[in-house]
């Protein structure tokens, strides 16, 4: 496989005005393992296999459990998850899959009942960053596998 373009040399400010956000997220307390779970759903959700390895290889460096990646798709059904981190995926879902029922009553009420509004907004933050990592990769031809996790926390 071959990258289609590569938007960092075209348009080097689309990546800047990208990781300025990433750094906005990174100062705002959210819990970083957290955080690289957000980036792997959503990514399984929007079929991003650049990020898809590039997270779960960070993920594994900060010393996320094999078993927890392997199972976060079916995070549901699997009791490896704190109640914070269920709302903070269900939350990822709804926001990634906007289109299918936006972010019922019930769903905001339950995060909330882990994070605060401050939190709130840092996980949407979170979640529309990754979201639109996804959609540059994807629609740029992004190709996995090179990545080599430089995080260690």
């Not at 289609?4 to 956000?21: E, F, G, I, N």
């Not at 936006?102 to 009553?105: C, D, F, I, L, T």
């Not at 992004?142 to 996790?149: I, L, N």
């Given at each position: 496989m071959e990258i289609?373009?590569?938007?960092?040399?075209?348009?080097?400010?689309?990546?800047?005005?990208?990781?300025?956000?990433e750094e906005y997220v990174k100062k705002s307390g959210l819990d970083h393992k957290l955080?690289?779970?957000i980036k792997i759903r959503a990514s399984q959700i929007n079929g991003c296999a650049f990020c898809l390895d590039m997270h779960t290889k960070d993920a594994r460096?900060?010393?996320e459990t094999e078993q927890r990646?392997?199972?976060?798709?079916?995070?549901?059904?699997?009791?490896?998850?704190?109640?914070?981190?269920?709302?903070?995926?269900a939350l990822t879902e709804a926001v990634t899959r906007i289109s299918d029922g936006?972010?019922?009553?019930e769903l905001y009420e339950q995060v909330r009942r882990h994070f605060d509004e401050e939190q709130f907004v840092d996980l949407l933050m979170a979640i529309n960053g990754i979201n639109s990592w996804n959609r540059m990769a994807i629609s740029t031809g992004?190709?996995?596998?090179?990545?080599?996790?430089t995080v260690r926390k």
């Open positions: 289609r373009l590569d938007y960092m040399k075209v348009r080097p400010q689309s990546l800047q005005t990208l990781l300025k956000l955080w690289e779970l460096a900060m010393g990646l392997y199972l976060l798709n079916a995070w549901r059904e699997a009791p490896f998850y704190t109640e914070s981190e269920r709302a903070a995926l936006g972010v019922p009553q992004m190709v996995p596998g090179e990545y080599q996790p």
